[in-house]
């Protein structure tokens, strides 16, 4: 396993967990989201761990919907 591999391994443990903690985690089909509750887009998730299709437009506009009615910045992580 390269270092590149470990990291990313190492950030998506440490977001399931703030994730898990106070249960922020959600899934729809394939995409993931979490939010810490913090206002800072680096803390505050969504990813997809399979390619996106056109199938997924409504996945994609219900998680955006998730951080807009929190009033959160996030980023989108696309894997693999």
């Known amino acids: ?21 106070n249960s922020s985690i959600s899934n729809i089909e394939s995409i993931w989201a979490m939010n810490t509750g913090i206002s800072i887009s680096d803390i ?11 199938d997924n437009a409504k996945a994609i506009a219900d998680i955006i919907e998730i951080y807009q009615k929190i009033n959160l910045r996030f980023w989108w992580w696309i894997y693999p």
């Open 44 to 54: 505050n998730w969504a990813w997809n761990e399979k390619p996106l299709n056109n």
């Open 1 to 21: 396993m390269n270092l590149i591999k470990h990291i990313e391994d190492n950030f998506f443990a440490v977001s399931r967990y703030w994730g898990s903690l």
